[in-house]
């Protein structure tokens, strides 16, 4: 009868033990949202806090392997910045022949100077949403005053050159800099504001290759991936991401195709997949 109790004994310590490795493990992943809806709870999804942390692992646990294996192949390709006057005609020319939607983030001041490429990308079937007027580089130290006509500029700018009400909803901050007091004001301007699951990290002088090796063993389902506008590799990549990623079972589709179609906890907890 020792012998039972001893043995059930460890095999609670073991129990806790692995119990509180997972927590632990849960607590310490990078917080990195691929989205944060207007409506969100900011502090929740982005705060590095011991609070924050626990209230994520008990209120936004990653459903199972099994669960999310079922997940839809959905993949939205969104690139930043511009529109510029030579790559961006090249991708749109490409995202056409491939028949693939994208969403577009442009800064209003650079669609100032081409507002043809601004209205192209749209008559092409694409998204446009707001990456803001100016593009500054320290956006994540703006003020809540300063986000917000960083975001009604830009829209009031694109207005002008677009009809897609994505540029009064759907934004991504200049660098993918941002604090939780930008993100709440950006909420509070009536944004969701769309991170990524994957970024190639194609605005560093990398080729085609290196872009299409990163998407392939990062893919997840259903995914945001982070592009730019102004990269010719990223251009040469795209046949061979979309020919592989079709081949996988994927569909393309905008982020706003995307939201509509599955959960949000979904792109918060995609499945890892082989492509």
Do not use: C
Request: glycine share 6%.
């Amino acid at each position: 009868m020792t012998r039972v109790r001893a043995a059930v004994s460890a095999l609670a310590i073991v129990a806790l033990a692995y119990g509180g490795y997972r927590v632990y493990r849960h607590l310490s992943e990078p917080v990195l949202p691929a989205i944060v809806l207007r409506t969100a709870d900011a502090h929740r999804l982005l705060s590095g806090g011991p609070g924050a942390r626990i209230g994520r692992f008990f209120h936004d646990r990653p459903p199972s392997a099994a669960v999310r294996a079922g997940y839809p192949r959905l993949i939205a390709l969104s690139f930043d910045d511009g529109p510029y006057p030579v790559e961006t005609p090249l991708l749109l020319d490409v995202l056409s022949d491939l028949h693939v939607p994208a969403t577009f983030f442009l800064i209003g001041h650079d669609a100032q100077e081409f507002p043809q490429l601004a209205d192209r990308i749209e008559r092409a079937g694409n998204e446009v949403a707001n990456h803001t007027q100016t593009h500054p580089a320290d956006f994540q130290a703006l003020t809540p005053p300063e986000v917000t006509a960083e975001l009604r500029e830009g829209a009031a700018t694109l207005d002008g050159m677009t009809r897609d009400p994505a540029i009064r909803t759907m934004m991504r901050p200049p660098h993918g800099r941002f604090t939780e007091r930008t993100v709440r004001a950006a909420q509070a301007a009536g944004y969701d504001v769309v991170l990524w699951n994957d970024d190639p990290g194609d605005w560093r002088e990398i080729g085609p290759e290196t872009i299409v090796n990163h998407m392939v063993a990062n893919a997840t389902a259903p995914e945001i991936v982070l592009l730019h506008s102004g990269r010719l590799a990223t251009v040469e990549a795209l046949p061979e991401i979309v020919s592989r990623f079709r081949a996988a079972g994927f569909s393309f589709v905008t982020v706003g195709k995307l939201l509509a179609r599955v959960p949000v906890r979904d792109l918060l907890h995609p499945a890892k997949l082989h492509v």
